[in-house]
């Protein structure tokens, strides 16, 4: 017997994969509609889910023990009974060896109470436990010692359906000619009985009259009863299964099976979402499948059906899956032997062709490399070709604006030069002399010097627009140069625009910007001690700055 918790083969992943594969091609005579294929997609997630659902139902039976331990405490058997009641409707259709265990305690707390009426109640739930888990005779025996006109309503319904479902099983038990129409008929009788007494406008008396219709094999009346059950009243997941498990039984009487798969999996979902063990939907869908030879499937849900009879000890169910796993088994052999020799024989071929496919693959490979070595080298040299594209238009770019900076410099020096020289010929042939001092303090190279470096800012700027922005995201905040409104570049600026351009002679830097060499040396030094970039890689990053595009 296997282990009360979690005995579940885990066969989780595969029976996901199997289930959606294999059911994409039902036989015509099974044709998966839309709602059959998202009811059997339901049931795969519920599968995924069933631990979750037990551990819920193991909550609220831990929850109940232990009201049961602080009505004990509190010596109030009223309230003990009730608990004790209430944790075996959870242990009913779940564990048979708990359910025995707390229905006995049932009738010891009414036989304390002295109450007949919760005695026999009890004793009905007792007849109810032997019946589930197959023992017939126990299960008459127990009812039989009840005096049904000494039931309140409610306890003479029970009653009723326990004793008229008993007949019922043991007609399917016995399956034969003689014996299971006896039994039948009986179970009509009682099942009549409670109807009787039953108004029709309550959801029990649709279930019994259900029940009564598809016993007698007027299966139109079963299904109308069944389906207004359904429609028109909230009725609890676990009636809900029943009912469908009965519908779908009716429906593959009449043939109708693709609406009696529909219903088998209706009541297997919620069979798992109650925690039901002792149940008949999976057998029900195992063999719909087996006789549409989706053996796997088949198989799958034969052995759920087992592991829920084995988890519940439901005797009965064990030996009727008993008779259906070996031939679902044997086919399912019988069937991967046949497939075995398919392979075998296909093998043959796929090695031949194997054998061909690599000679040509080996042969395409070695092209293959040749042709990626081929392309990365093509690829590396276009990669180089167009770096050095860019820097070559971006040198032309510079030469050109330069080149026009220095012919219009030029020309302007030379212009002012020429004036000059005129003014001071003038001046020295009127022997003006006091005018010359005027003429040569006019001449401020400081002014000539300013104009030079606006000219040369104005230039380069346009070359790199972007160059302060980019200049500034190799410093932290603090550290970033800001321009005074005056001015375009300052001295740190032009030092590393100069650099920028190709001048990287820090005495030419120094010429140029009238400075000491030692102090270009100490701007550089100064600027590379801040940068946020590796000090070593600073002017690589200066060079990296583009120019406009061409």
Same mark, same amino acid.
């Given at each position: ?160 359906d326990v004793l008229s479902r ?15 129409? +006896? ?8 099942v009549d009985s409670a109807i ?62 693709? /609406?009696?798969? /529909? ?18 939907? %999976? ?17 799958? %849900? ?23 796993? #070996? ?8 069937a991967l032997e046949k497939q ?113 470096? +606006? ?21 932290? #905040?603090? /550290? ?5 409104? /005056? ?24 010429? %140029? ?38």
């Open positions: 017997m296997c282990n009360k918790g979690f005995c579940y083969i885990q066969i989780r992943t595969l029976l996901v994969i199997m289930v959606v594969v294999l059911f994409i091609n039902l036989p015509l005579k099974l044709k998966a509609s839309n709602n059959t294929k998202k009811l059997l997609n339901e049931l795969v997630l519920a599968i995924e889910e069933r631990d979750t659902y037990e551990q819920n139902k193991l909550n609220r039976i831990q929850y109940l023990m232990n009201e049961i331990v602080a009505s004990k405490n509190s010596e109030n058997l009223k309230l003990e009974y009730n608990f004790t009641f209430k944790l075996y409707e959870e242990y009913q259709s779940f564990i048979y060896d708990s359910a025995f265990k707390y229905v006995r305690k049932l009738i010891t707390i009414a036989q304390k109470l002295d109450d007949s009426e919760t005695i026999n109640q009890a004793k009905i739930e007792l007849g109810f436990t032997y019946l589930s888990s197959g023992l017939f005779k126990e299960s008459l025996d127990t009812l039989f010692t009840i005096n049904a006109k000494t039931l309140n309503f409610e306890s003479r319904v029970d009653y009723y008993a007949h019922f099983d043991l007609s399917s038990y016995h399956n034969d000619t003689y014996y299971s129409g +006896i039994y039948t008929k009986l179970g009509i009788q009682i009787r007494i039953l108004s029709d406008t309550t959801s029990r008396y649709w279930m019994l009259v259900g029940i009564r219709n598809a016993q007698s094999k007027n299966l139109q009346n079963a299904v109308d009863a069944f389906n207004f059950l359904i429609s028109q009243y909230r009725i609890s997941q676990h009636d809900y299964a029943i009912a469908t498990s009965a519908l779908g039984w009716v429906y593959n009487s009449m043939g109708r099976t693709n /609406d009696a798969l /529909d219903m088998n999996l209706r009541a297997a979902i919620a069979d798992i979402k109650t925690s039901t063990k002792e149940t008949v939907a %999976f057998r029900s869908l195992a063999l719909m499948f087996y006789h549409n030879d989706k053996l796997e499937l088949a198989y799958k %849900f034969i052995n759920i059906a087992l592991e829920n009879a084995t988890y519940y000890n439901a005797r009965h169910r064990k030996l009727e899956i008993s008779e259906i796993l #070996p031939i679902i088994e044997g086919k399912r052999l019988t075995r020799k398919q392979l075998m024989n296909y093998g043959k071929v796929t090695t031949l062709l194997i054998v061909l496919v690599t000679f040509f693959i080996v042969i395409i490979y070695r092209q293959l490399k040749k042709l990626r070595t081929i392309k990365s080298v093509l690829q590396t040299t276009n990669e180089n070709l167009k770096g050095i594209n860019d820097t070559l238009r971006e040198t032309n770019k510079i030469k050109e604006e330069y080149i026009g900076y220095f012919f219009s410099i030029n020309s302007e020096f030379i212009e002012r030069l020429s004036k000059i020289q005129k003014t001071l010929n003038r001046k020295i042939i009127s022997r003006q002399f006091d005018d010359l001092k005027n003429v040569i303090k006019s001449s401020d190279l400081n002014k000539e010097r300013e104009r030079l470096y +606006i000219n040369f800012d104005k230039i380069f700027l346009k070359l790199f627009p972007h160059f302060i922005d980019e200049f500034n995201k190799l410093f932290n #905040p603090e /550290d970033q140069v800001i321009v005074e409104k /005056d001015e375009l570049l300052n001295t740190d600026l032009r030092i590393f625009a100069l650099i920028r351009l190709g001048i990287t002679d820090t005495e030419k830097i120094a010429q %140029f910007l009238n400075y000491t060499v030692n102090t270009i040396y100490t701007y550089k030094t100064k600027r590379k001690h801040k940068t946020i970039v590796p000090r070593d890689k600073f002017d690589e990053h200066i060079m990296a700055i583009r120019a406009v595009a061409p």
